[in-house]
């Protein structure tokens, strides 16, 4: 509890933003600031970590989710570093509700990138081969992260409820369970296992994202 004091994972939003739904979670309200009840947090991390830690040794995949500009970076690379699936560029619509398409896309980046790394493409003219690169390069950025995602992932872990929404009701459509940080401003309602946390400070979404990150690796 000591390290989420020191990173600030117990600040939340303005009071006059309190999402209802997170009044459980909050302990107090200092100088108009919503203070989250960080027992709470360290409760529901123990848990989410827990269900999290059994899906990886059942050999499913987790989905890790964070689009937001200061945090996308720590999300990918403890996504990495779990053997995870990752988005960390805009949310695609239909990634869960329209798998089968976007499965077909990543297949095709796949064909791609081995088709460079055999030489097979050197059939091709210099030109081609760069609109191929161009091609490639694009894929890449928006579907990188989920190429290896032969299918719809055993549950998401989300950084920010808000900035990615769209995830978070696709996932709840097709009863992918939901794992995420919730900040004062959020509806935990909507998530199966809610951190109460600071999902703003790249320190707390740092340190809380480590804690989920340890429990898949361990």
Known sequence: MG???????????????KNPKMEPYIFTTKNGINIIDLEK??????????????????????????????????????????????????????????????????????????????????????????KKMEEMKKLEKKLGGIKNMAEIPAAVFVTDTNQDNLAV??????????????DTNSDPSVIDYPIPGNDDAISSVRLLTSYICKAIVE
């Open 3 to 17: 390290q989420m004091l020191k990173n600030g994972v117990h600040f939340g939003h303005q009071k006059t933003r």
């Open 41 to 130: 947090t360290v409760r529901c991390l123990e848990e989410a970590a827990g269900f999290l830690n059994k899906i990886k040794k059942e050999g499913k995949q987790i989905l890790f989710v964070g689009t937001k500009k200061q945090i996308k970076e720590i999300l990918k690379s403890a996504a990495i570093r779990g053997q995870m699936p990752y988005v960390a560029e805009r949310w695609l619509g239909g990634t869960f509700t329209n798998f089968k398409i976007i499965r077909g896309r990543t297949k095709y980046l796949i064909d791609m990138e081995n088709g460079f790394a055999s030489g097979e493409f050197k059939k091709y003219t210099k030109f081609e081969r760069m």
């Open 169 to 182: 009701k696709e996932a709840r459509r097709m009863h992918v369970p939901l794992v995420a940080i919730v």
